[in-house]
């Protein structure tokens, strides 16, 4: 029985390994950040390729939004949570099960790993049949496991795991010990009546709350000593076909867990682990929305929004937000301002809401209408090395030519910084020749640089300036014309010559 994806719908996942290696745009971005954060979440580090694979169908991009909705009633995200954990629970049981070198019990505890497995996918349907659903895709998940259940040969496997199980209770056998030998015989009831009853039965008065049950993981653990073992292998010389049919039933049935259920489980792992990033930010306030998409209209609207990372990082706490607009034929935001005044963490913003709003995901924002690029494509700052054989400059300048031979108008290009290492007249005539390029192609672009007059070349760019408040930074972007002082202020901090700077060694 097929169980449909979740992440991909009917049609299932792209076929090839494509969009499993870490984008290029994800270091800069620091996205690789929120990925490993977000894997972790979710208790499996493979979860990281799904994040590399963003979406341009806006019906997909809705389809996964729609489950993200649905999760976010506590019923059906418990159903979820329950479900993974006992998918977890049946794969650490079986990696301890194959640790067992004695196949009788192995077998058994085998027996109970399967009617335990059996048992939590039947809850799962019956759970997913009860909560409110409205998601296509988990409404498919539902009735996908349900049919699965139902299935021939579901049934049967489960209906014959608990024949097994019961042939093995019914199993009885005589232990006498003398001295150091053990006899294991048939039982004898006539002989020996079995005292057992009437031994609880006098103890009924004393008993106590039962014992907390032990880790789920617990009876395959259990190993068997020399003694144990060679008692329980005369037992099944006594019963030989039941021991027989427990062994071949395993046997045969070594993978008894369908690969639709283990790709479920992953993909729920997905929604789960990313809300779970989610959480301690939204506790702290922050928002978070389902942004509206679009592979046609590149205007964007974005209220509220901040850097996902670092709101992390800060565990929501003093994280400033913005808002980011372009409007009608408006591409281009030119970011200026003082340094550390936010305006990298808005371009990582910039960057990182279009890559999560492509995965289908909620982003970090109040209210978000955005463009679902064909690709990212970052040019940020990099470190001189002492293998380099280019000048910072060429460096810089060979980077921009192989960003720009790779976009398109679909494309979402972030600049950060760049040439910063030459003269304020060349930075002039190398970003006019880069700003005619990029409004040629049309591509939504965010460029964070000192250059601030940029803004002034094209119809297609708006200034963007990030605020102080005497001299403290606000943290704060806001559009407005530049005040053309962005590079001469990077100048007097870069040489310590701006007021507070002089004012605080004056006081020392």
Not at 43 to 68: E, K, M, N, S, T
Not at 72 to 83: G, K, T, W
């Amino acid at each position: 029985m097929a169980i449909r994806s979740i992440l991909y719908g009917a049609a299932g996942p792209p076929a090839g390994p494509a969009g499993t290696a870490e984008p290029g745009h994800f270091r800069d971005l620091n996205l690789d950040q929120v990925v490993r954060e977000a894997a972790r979440a979710g208790g499996v580090p493979d979860l990281a390729a799904h994040y590399h694979r963003p979406l341009r169908d806006p019906d997909l991009v809705a389809f996964r939004q729609r489950i993200f909705h649905d999760l976010e009633d506590p019923a059906v995200r418990e159903a979820a949570v329950r479900f993974t954990a006992a998918m977890e629970r049946t794969r650490r049981r079986l990696a301890a099960l194959e640790r067992r070198k004695h196949p009788p019990q192995a077998h058994r505890w085998f027996l109970e790993i399967a009617l335990d497995h059996t048992a939590a996918v039947i809850a799962f349907a019956e759970e997913l049949g009860s909560v409110p659903l409205t998601a296509p895709g988990l409404l498919a998940l539902r009735d996908d496991v349900t049919a699965h259940t139902r299935s021939a040969a579901f049934t049967g496997f489960r209906e014959r795991a608990a024949w097994l199980r019961d042939r093995l209770g019914d199993v009885r056998y005589d232990l006498f010990l003398r001295g150091d030998q053990i006899t294991v015989a048939p039982p004898d009831p006539d002989a020996r009546p079995d005292f057992a009853e009437r031994v609880l039965a006098t103890f009924e008065r004393f008993r106590q709350d039962p014992a907390p049950a032990p880790r789920d993981d617990a009876p395959p653990e259990l190993g068997l000593d020399d003694v144990e073992a060679a008692v329980l292998d005369f037992v099944a010389e006594l019963h030989p076909r039941v021991f027989r049919d427990v062994a071949a039933f395993c046997e045969s049935n070594g993978g008894f867990v369908a690969d639709g259920l283990l790709r479920a489980e992953h993909e729920l792992r997905f929604y789960l682990g990313y809300l779970a990033y989610l959480a301690p930010l939204r506790e702290a306030g922050l928002p978070v929305c389902l942004p509206a998409v679009s592979a046609t209209d590149r205007t964007m609207a974005a209220r509220d929004v901040y850097d996902l990372a670092l709101a992390a990082k800060l565990g929501g706490v003093g994280v400033v937000t913005n808002d980011i607009v372009l409007e009608g034929d408006e591409r281009v935001l030119v970011v200026s301002g003082p340094n550390q005044g936010g305006k990298t963490t808005l371009s990582r913003t910039f960057g990182q809401l279009h890559h999560l709003a492509a995965l289908g995901c909620p982003v970090p924002g109040r209210e978000v209408r955005i463009f679902l690029p064909d690709r990212i494509l970052t040019h940020y700052e990099r470190a001189e090395g002492p293998d380099d054989l280019a000048s910072k400059l060429e460096e810089e300048l060979l980077r921009m030519r192989a960003l720009l031979d790779r976009a398109t108008p679909d494309s979402v290009i972030v600049l950060n910084e760049i040439f910063t290492s030459t003269t304020a007249g060349d930075a002039w005539t190398l970003g006019e020749t880069v700003l005619a390029e990029i409004t040629r192609l049309d591509a939504p672009c965010m460029w964070v640089g000192f250059i601030d007059e940029l803004s002034l070349l094209s119809p297609k760019a708006v200034s963007m300036v990030a605020t102080v408040a005497g001299e403290e930074r606000t943290y704060r972007i806001v559009r407005r014309p530049a005040d053309g002082r962005a590079h001469a202020r990077a100048i007097a901090e870069r040489h310590g010559l701006t007021y507070a700077q002089i004012i605080d060694r004056a006081r020392r």
